[in-house]
């Protein structure tokens, strides 16, 4: 699906919307592909009551761990998906030629892609919560963790998406690139939660999480519009 | 010398395993990357000679015996490429 | 200053400063790290809490040392990359990367197995220890990606992009694994502080330091002159070294 060409004299942030509304509804066309990370997440974490131990103690302990590393390879999977239509039909050569920041277009696709993967991955933290045994506060800790952290993994792993962007083998090359850059926002994500569990006040950590967040925010649109546009000089 | 005897430098108070699985594999891996990267840059180099000499060949090329002068000089000029 | 900046992205120029720089890197080098590391092996005395483990020491601060230090290296290459599109900086990061690999490897290794006889086990998540895991992690997607594409002038600009994200999430990976795990014995080794070990003990450590980043200097101008040459083997002052030295024949 072509865009329509954004002249001028549209704002950046009409463009952003435009953007935004347009991945929205390819996306709503392919619903399977929504639904497929959501159900990666459910099976990974069923995996490890299977593969460890059913043990309430156990999951209780391991649970927030657990459903933070589901949450994160689930993002990772869905990331190959958030450049490669628009850049086989050709849409990414037309967002690159828009007048307005290509920064600003790509936060806005990827601002797309969390409320696609990252926001229904929280929402349904609770029910997978309630089936590793987590206590009310650990969820609902836990799911504040994921609201302010997988808008980080969505933001950090556009870069690599766009790193990777029409290469061969790309979806294990961006894992490869991209896990060791996640690693500091799945550990004060599940910090957090072990601490609320131990009953120490966790406003500290959110707020560092928020400055990650922040951070992310601010920096990687820059990173991922440059490496969108090395990719694409490069087909 | 911070031990008595070579048996006892060999066997550092039973640590001997450890220092010298160590240093040797840093010495093992050390050497691999530096006569690995010494010989892979001479093999280079090697092509590029040949190169040089096949299409020296085709061009007339100034012997340093019984050209002039000048000649010789002339492909001596360092000319700059940037 | 702009002429010698131009001189130096200048593969030609660079290649010779290498060859005359390259024998002095390499025996002053192997001097120092020999020095250092048969003082350290055989004449410092032993440390009065770990014994002789201690002496893993000499090899595996210099290369953890050296092994984050060439990523800020390549770091600041990848600036000049990105800003001035200097070929030089490229090749330099091209060239580096798997040296770097190589000796993240090797302080996890002697780190591992120092940890043998100190903490009693081989692998302990501390977070020096993880921080290097994630570091060879890092050099590992450089490489990667460098090799995943095969257009010369998109990897350079790709790998520099990966490299500034590496660099700016480094001091956020190491921040967040000290607060996982505040286990390990505090930083052996600051230029700026006097150490707390007897002289008999840094000194050799300081040399082998030193070494090791002369044997470096010298890999990396035989690296990059490899690669300086695979890329310009077609020009004239490439095959003009080869005339050079049949007219001095």
Same mark, same amino acid.
């Given at each position: 699906?072509?865009?329509?060409?954004?002249?001028?004299?549209?704002?950046?942030?009409?463009?952003?919307?435009?953007? &935004?509304?347009?991945?929205?509804?390819?996306? &709503?066309?392919?619903?399977?592909?929504?639904?497929?990370?959501?159900?990666? &997440?459910?099976?990974?974490?069923?995996?490890?009551?299977?593969?460890? !131990?059913?043990?309430?103690?156990?999951?209780?302990?391991?649970?927030?761990?657990?459903?933070?590393?589901?949450?994160?390879?689930?993002?990772?999977?869905?990331?190959?998906?958030?450049?490669?239509?628009?850049?086989?039909?050709?849409?990414?050569?037309?967002?690159?030629?828009?007048?307005?920041?290509?920064?600003?277009?790509?936060?806005?696709?990827?601002?797309?892609?969390?409320?696609?993967?990252?926001?229904?991955?929280?929402?349904?933290?609770?029910?997978?919560?309630?089936?590793?045994?987590?206590?009310?506060? !650990?969820?609902?800790?836990?799911?504040?963790?994921?609201?302010?952290?997988?808008?980080?993994?969505?933001?950090?792993?556009?870069?690599?998406?766009?790193?990777?962007?029409?290469?061969?083998?790309?979806?294990?090359?961006?894992?490869?690139?991209?896990?060791?850059?996640?690693?500091?926002?799945?550990?004060?994500?599940?910090?957090?939660?072990?601490?609320?569990?131990?009953?120490?006040?966790?406003?500290?950590?959110?707020?560092?999480?928020?400055?990650?967040?922040?951070?992310?925010?601010?920096?990687?649109?820059?990173?991922?519009?440059?490496?969108?546009?090395?990719?694409?000089?490069?087909? | 010398?911070?031990?008595?005897?070579?048996?006892?430098?060999?066997?550092?108070?039973?640590?001997?395993?450890?220092?010298?699985?160590?240093?040797?594999?840093?010495?093992?891996?050390?050497?691999?990357?530096?006569?690995?990267?010494?010989?892979?840059?001479?093999?280079?180099?090697?092509?590029?000679?040949?190169?040089?000499?096949?299409?020296?060949?085709?061009?007339?090329?100034?012997?340093?015996?019984?050209?002039?002068?000048?000649?010789?000089?002339?492909?001596?000029?360092?000319? !700059?490429?940037? | 200053?702009?002429?010698?900046?131009?001189?130096?992205?200048?593969?030609? *120029?660079?290649?010779?400063?290498?060859?005359?720089?390259?024998?002095?890197?390499?025996?002053?080098?192997?001097?120092?790290?020999?020095?250092?590391?048969?003082?350290?092996?055989?004449?410092?005395?032993?440390?009065?809490?770990?014994?002789?483990?201690?002496?893993?020491?000499?090899?595996?601060?210099?290369?953890?040392?050296?092994?984050?230090?060439?990523?800020?290296?390549?770091?600041?290459?990848?600036?000049?990359?990105?800003?001035?599109?200097?070929?030089?900086?490229?090749? &330099?990061?091209?060239?580096?990367?798997?040296?770097?690999?190589?000796?993240?490897?090797? !302080?996890?290794?002697?780190?591992?197995?120092?940890?043998?006889?100190?903490?009693?086990?081989? *692998?302990?998540?501390?977070?020096?220890?993880?921080?290097?895991?994630?570091?060879?992690?890092?050099?590992?997607?450089?490489?990667?990606?460098?090799?995943?594409?095969?257009?010369?002038?998109?990897?350079?600009?790709?790998?520099?992009?990966?490299?500034?994200?590496?660099?700016?999430?480094?001091?956020?990976?190491?921040?967040?694994?000290?607060?996982?795990?505040?286990?390990?014995?505090?930083?052996?080794?600051?230029?700026?502080?006097?150490?707390?070990?007897?002289?008999?003990?840094?000194?050799?450590?300081?040399?082998?330091?030193?070494?090791?980043?002369?044997?470096?200097?010298?890999?990396?101008?035989?690296?990059?002159?490899?690669?300086?040459?695979?890329?310009?083997?077609?020009?004239?002052?490439?095959?003009?070294?080869?005339?050079?030295?049949?007219?001095?024949?």
């Amino acid at each position: 699906m072509m865009i329509k060409p954004l002249d001028q004299a549209v704002g950046s942030i009409e463009a952003m919307k435009a953007v &935004f509304a347009r991945d929205m509804k390819v996306a &709503f066309r392919q619903r399977q592909d929504l639904l497929n990370p959501l159900l990666f &997440f459910m099976m990974v974490v069923t995996l490890f009551p299977l593969g460890v !131990s059913p043990e309430i103690s156990f999951l209780q302990e391991a649970g927030a761990g657990i459903l933070w590393v589901a949450a994160l390879l689930s993002v990772l999977l869905s990331l190959d998906h958030l450049f490669r239509h628009d850049f086989d039909d050709g849409t990414l050569e037309q967002l690159v030629l828009q007048p307005q920041p290509l920064f600003l277009l790509v936060l806005a696709k990827t601002m797309a892609h969390w409320v696609l993967t990252g926001l229904p991955l929280v929402l349904l933290t609770p029910v997978l919560g309630v089936m590793v045994h987590l206590d009310g506060n !650990s969820i609902a800790i836990l799911c504040l963790t994921l609201l302010i952290g997988t808008p980080v993994l969505s933001l950090i792993g556009a870069i690599g998406a766009a790193l990777t962007l029409g290469l061969r083998s790309a979806g294990v090359l961006l894992s490869l690139l991209i896990i060791p850059l996640y690693i500091p926002v799945l550990i004060f994500g599940t910090g957090t939660v072990a601490a609320a569990a131990e009953g120490a006040p966790v406003g500290a950590y959110l707020a560092l999480l928020g400055a990650f967040l922040v951070l992310a925010l601010t920096l990687a649109p820059f990173a991922s519009a440059a490496a969108l546009k090395v990719s694409l000089s490069n087909s | 010398m911070a031990f008595d005897s070579f048996g006892a430098f060999l066997a550092m108070e039973g640590h001997g395993p450890y220092v010298w699985a160590s240093y040797g594999v840093f010495f093992v891996l050390m050497a691999v990357l530096m006569v690995g990267s010494y010989r892979r840059r001479n093999a280079v180099l090697q092509s590029c000679r040949q190169h040089a000499g096949s299409r020296s060949s085709r061009a007339p090329k100034p012997d340093s015996d019984t050209a002039p002068a000048t000649a010789a000089s002339f492909t001596r000029v360092d000319v !700059s490429q940037d | 200053m702009w002429p010698f900046f131009h001189k130096l992205g200048s593969p030609k *120029w660079f290649y010779g400063i290498a060859t005359r720089l390259m024998p002095w890197l390499l025996v002053l080098g192997l001097l120092c790290l020999g020095a250092g590391l048969v003082w350290g092996l055989a004449f410092a005395p032993k440390d009065y809490l770990q014994g002789n483990s201690y002496r893993i020491i000499f090899i595996h601060v210099p290369s953890a040392f050296l092994a984050q230090s060439i990523y800020i290296m390549m770091a600041s290459a990848a600036v000049v990359t990105l800003v001035w599109r200097m070929k030089l900086a490229d090749v &330099f990061v091209k060239a580096t990367a798997p040296v770097g690999l190589v000796l993240t490897f090797i !302080s996890l290794f002697t780190g591992a197995v120092w940890g043998k006889p100190t903490w009693g086990t081989w *692998w302990i998540w501390d977070a020096r220890l993880t921080s290097m895991l994630i570091l060879l992690f890092l050099y590992g997607g450089v490489i990667a990606l460098d090799r995943a594409i095969n257009d010369e002038k998109s990897a350079a600009r790709a790998v520099a992009i990966l490299v500034l994200v590496g660099v700016v999430n480094i001091p956020i990976i190491k921040y967040s694994v000290d607060w996982w795990n505040t286990l390990h014995q505090p930083a052996t080794f600051k230029l700026t502080e006097k150490p707390s070990m007897p002289a008999e003990m840094w000194v050799p450590l300081l040399l082998s330091v030193i070494g090791l980043y002369l044997l470096f200097g010298w890999l990396a101008c035989l690296r990059m002159q490899t690669e300086i040459l695979i890329r310009e083997q077609r020009t004239r002052w490439v095959q003009d070294l080869f005339h050079v030295n049949e007219g001095v024949r």
